[in-house]
């Protein structure tokens, strides 16, 4: 019994101090974790405290084209996702040239697939619907939709990248380059918060029946609800898109169109801290700027330059970037021994943090400089003195000629341009005859009561010889005589296709798309009318007019050989996208 007691006994006090060994171990445990979770909170917070992505904001009245706000326009910036934007403007072209539908099947690759969130979980194998994948980038801002887009229209998502930076130069979006379809992170893909604004106004004025998918907030997809990042929407009066963007180097990115009234910005704001106060900002410079915009449109629609245009443009901001007798080289900037004509290479931006301060261009084409015009003089050209003519003091050996008698009929000055018209000259005119054979009637000179001509100076009847300066009479008292009749003046000269030429005949009815100031704008508005009217001007005749207005001139921007018609109905589909336009009975 009492061994019984003392085993007991020690049993119990063996479970006491488990107990108080296992609780100690615990509270150690706990105090640990706790220690641990405090310290990583305190990392958080200091992490979160840290982070200041580079900020750049731009408001734009797409009124007047007028920049009406602005803090670093122009400084580098990583696109995060509005990248898409640019990816989109390419499909919408193939959309609009009947390339592709909206109904049209897009093959998704393995590529495609294993792109990083966030993605509509597409499958290597599977196909997905144009306009599915349209709504998938506004909406949800799927980079697996990008890539599929980017291989549909250019083959791989390499070469669209480059597709995509070759545009942006035709745009003016001279400092912008493009790596990718989605805009996940790399270094070498950088805007600016004013290439951004030119893009969001460029989708509206060249796709307004497309730019309609920057307002859809959710669709459904394969039995899912996708719902949009971009809280603006519904939410902000006269807000109706158009793209969010994130990645950690970009902060949180946004452009937004607003149109209120007859007023219109775009406002653009990169490198917010969260997504909250990239909008609250956003709210607030679409608030301080709307009573500065404009109500009525006076600036031109964005329009793509040619490629040789825009690869100028870009080497000239190139220029202007660098100092005189420095040249860049592999990024870094050295003394030229000599200023040079300004390359295109391609250029590797340094690394992009928090700060970007290097400027990166696309790899585009060297470009050959221009040969150095010759010296000008007071606008002259200088030239060498001429030197004597061999033999010029030898005194001048007189000709032989028989001189005759003819009757000149009526004539007129015959001129390119617009002169007076003279009265008929009749009576006897002189006409040279050598060795008996009459010249040509070309030659024919026609004088009335010619003055008499001095002694020793030809043949004393003003045919042959020198008159002293001061018995030339004056041009209004003499003609050139032709057989035939004097040619009807020419009309006044227009500049087509950059080239000089008489106005040339058009047939058919003519409509009338702008007149601009100079020929280049001319002819940039008879492209975008080609673009808006969606085919409706493929067979019809571009020229441009020159015309005065009081002390300006004017280039009209004309379509001719349709029917009426065909004019009105092109009419009245430019007047949908706010391009002016009248026809013309020709």
């Known amino acids: 019994m009492l061994r019984t007691t003392l085993a007991s006994s020690r049993v119990l006090r063996a479970g006491a101090i488990g107990l108080a060994a296992l609780a100690a171990v615990v509270f150690t445990i706990d105090h640990a974790d706790a220690r641990r979770a405090r310290h990583h909170h305190r990392q958080h ?3 979160r405290h840290s982070y200041n992505p580079p900020f750049a904001s731009i408001i734009v009245d797409a009124n007047s084209g007028a920049t009406l706000s602005s803090t670093n326009p ?11 934007m640019m990816t989109l403007y390419l499909l919408f072209e193939r959309l609009d040239a009947g390339k ?15 792109q990083d969130p966030t993605k509509l979980g597409l499958r ?36 669209f990248a480059r597709m995509m930076t070759r545009k942006a130069r035709a745009l003016g979006m001279t400092r912008t380059v493009y790596r990718n379809a989605s805009g996940l992170p790399d270094d070498d893909q950088v805007t600016t918060a004013r290439d951004q604004a030119t893009l969001g106004r460029a989708l509206q004025d060249r796709f307004p ?16 609800t996708i719902r949009g990042h971009n809280h603006l929407l519904g939410s902000v009066d006269g807000v109706d898109g158009i793209k969010t963007g994130y990645i950690r180097s970009s902060g949180f990115n946004l452009v937004t169109n607003l149109k209120r009234g007859n007023r219109h910005l775009v406002g653009v704001v990169l490198g917010g801290r969260s997504s909250g106060s ?9 608030t301080d700027n709307l009573d500065k915009a404009a109500t009525r449109r006076t600036v031109a629609a964005i329009t793509e330059s040619s490629t040789a245009d825009a690869n100028a443009q870009v080497a000239e901001d190139q220029a202007r970037s660098r100092p005189k007798g420095m040249k860049q080289v592999d990024g870094a900037v050295q003394v030229a021994s000599a200023p040079e004509p300004v390359a295109l290479p391609t250029e590797r931006p340094a690394h992009l943090t928090h700060s970007l301060v290097t400027a990166s261009t696309a790899a585009l084409p060297q470009k050959r400089p221009r040969p150095e015009p010759a010296p000008l003089t007071s606008g002259v050209i200088e030239t060498p003195p001429i030197d004597a003519v061999p033999g010029s003091t030898e005194p001048m050996k007189p000709v032989r000629v028989k001189t005759v008698q003819v009757r000149a009929g009526s004539i007129r000055l015959a001129s390119a341009g617009s002169a007076p018209s003279l009265p008929p000259v009749a009576g006897n005119a002189a006409a040279a005859v050598r060795d008996g054979a009459p010249e040509t009637s070309g ?11 001095p002694a020793n100076f030809g043949t004393g009847q003003g045919i042959l010889g020198v008159l002293p300066a001061s018995s030339v009479p004056s041009p209004t008292s003499q003609t050139m005589a032709n057989a035939d009749s004097a040619p009807k003046v020419q009309p006044q000269a227009v500049q087509h296709n950059g080239a000089v030429k008489p106005v040339a005949s058009h047939s058919g009815w003519i409509i009338q798309v702008g007149a601009l100031e100079t020929e280049r704008e001319a002819r940039e508005r008879l492209d975008a009318a080609r673009g808006r009217a969606r085919g409706m001007l493929g067979k019809a ?10 002390n300006k001139k004017l280039y009209r921007a004309r379509f001719a050989g349709l029917d009426r018609s065909e004019a009105e109905a092109v009419c009245r589909t430019l007047k949908r996208s706010d391009m002016s336009c009248i026809t013309i009975k020709n």
């Open 209 to 224: 029946r497309y730019y309609r998918y920057f307002a859809t907030t959710s669709f459904t997809f394969r039995g899912r």
């Open 45 to 47: 917070q200091q992490a």
């Open 100 to 114: 592709i539908n909206l109904d049209t099947e897009m093959r998704v690759s393995g590529h495609a697939a294993a």
């Open 443 to 453: 030659s024919v000179v026609a004088r009335a009561n010619m003055p008499p001509q």
């Open 74 to 84: 122009d400084s580098l910036r990583h696109p995060a996702s509005l990248t898409k």
């Open 541 to 550: 005749d571009p020229f441009t007019e020159t015309v005065a207005k009081g």
């Open 278 to 286: 990239r909008d609250a900002t956003m709210r607030k410079l679409l």
């Open 124 to 159: 290597s194998g599977q196909t997905i619907r144009v306009e599915d994948a349209i709504k998938g980038l506004v909406t949800k801002s799927a980079n697996d939709a990008a890539v599929v887009i980017a291989e549909a229209v250019g083959g791989d998502e390499d070469d």
